[in-house]
């Protein structure tokens, strides 16, 4: 199996106590069974602790989230405490894995960084777009084998990625030449599109619910903000992209996929120009880009929801 990743990828680290929005906060942290094992296991007081705070559910267990829905193991000063008393080998598959996702293929694995945290997403809005993934797995002289429908993807996909990385081109000339490529228009969607589908989304936090609300209000032209700021939205797009793409191969929705690309980066900019007072700063592109990711992007229902309705407007 052949692993790729975006060249940006080795430079991630947990931030951990110096993370203002901890991913050990708000998230149902489910164990894996190896390491629910190995809990389950423990002998020592340490392990006692860890049983008293796991709760099982139609066979899913996790740990026991507290009022503020933190994990029982997030200590005040933001270290975790399984880390402190036994090491990173005892984290369970979620906590050791995040931010990150990944896409699979026949023989070809890709790993990414989610926009979802924080530290990540600062990664991403500041790291150059290129034209390709990088292999990180050894063996690199190997050949490795694809189906017909992944190479076709993956082709396409690199027509895209060379689009958005060439410097020469500011963001509106790679929206207009993505959708030449995927040789259909692509609407200029504004805040009544983002009411119409967003606002009627599943959502895990109330006042990014008030955000929406406040945004679909104010009246912008969300390509030219993008324009605008060029480098960040190119990113976005690019991420995006590089995230979503490949599932076409699952359900071919090449053109919902990347209209959705660049719907979710024009809003991610276009809240942020309407939380700004005059020029956005790249801290609050990152905060949107990590309220966004974590409202839609672990969400396969609000995905579907939102590829469904740039199905609809592209008939209208
Ligand atoms: S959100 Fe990212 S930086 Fe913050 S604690 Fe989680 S993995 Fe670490």
Same mark, same amino acid.
């Given at each position: ?53 796991? *709760? ?30 036994? &090491?990173? =080998? ?6 050791? =894995? ?15 960084? &989610? ?7 600062? *990664? ?45 081109? =500011? ?13 259909? &228009? ?6 009544? +599109? ?5 606002? &009627? ?45 490949? +599932?076409?191969?699952? +359900? ?65």
């Amino acid at each position: 199996m052949k692993i790729f990743a975006p060249e940006y990828y080795n430079s991630f680290k947990c931030i951990a106590d110096k993370c203002k929005n901890s991913c050990c906060i708000g998230w149902d942290i489910e164990i894996d069974s190896n390491m629910l094992d190995v809990y389950l296991n423990m002998k020592d007081s340490f392990g006692e602790k860890l049983k008293a705070n796991i *709760i099982t559910n139609e066979e899913v267990s996790s740990f026991k989230l507290d009022q503020k829905k933190r994990c029982p193991f997030l200590k005040e000063n933001g270290l975790c405490e399984i880390i402190l008393e036994k &090491g990173e =080998d005892y984290l369970c598959g979620i906590c050791s =894995d995040h931010p990150r996702f990944r896409n699979f293929f026949s023989d070809r694995e890709e790993i990414g960084l &989610g926009l979802c945290c924080e530290e990540a997403s600062r *990664i991403i809005l500041t790291s150059e777009v290129t034209s390709d993934l990088q292999m990180i797995s050894e063996n690199s002289e190997e050949e490795y084998e694809l189906e017909d429908i992944e190479v076709y993807v993956l082709n396409l996909r690199n027509k895209l990625f060379g689009i958005v990385s060439d410097k020469d081109k =500011d963001y509106n000339k790679c929206r207009f030449e993505l959708s030449e490529s995927i040789e259909r &228009g692509v609407p200029v969607f504004t805040s009544d +599109d983002v009411k119409n589908t967003y606002l &009627g989304l599943e959502m895990l936090d109330n006042s990014w619910e008030s955000l929406l609300k406040g945004f679909c209000e104010y009246k912008c032209h969300m390509p030219s903000l993008c324009n605008e700021y060029s480098d960040y939205a190119k990113r976005l797009l690019s991420y995006f992209i590089f995230r979503h793409f490949a +599932d076409t191969i699952l +359900d071919g929705r090449i053109y919902e996929r990347v209209v959705f690309s660049i719907l979710s980066t024009e809003i991610i900019i276009g809240i942020s120009d309407y939380l700004s007072d005059g020029k956005i700063k790249l801290e609050t592109i990152c905060d949107i880009a990590r309220r966004y990711s974590s409202e839609i992007e672990y969400s396969d229902e609000n995905i579907e929801k939102i590829l469904d309705y740039i199905a609809k407007k592209s008939t209208e």
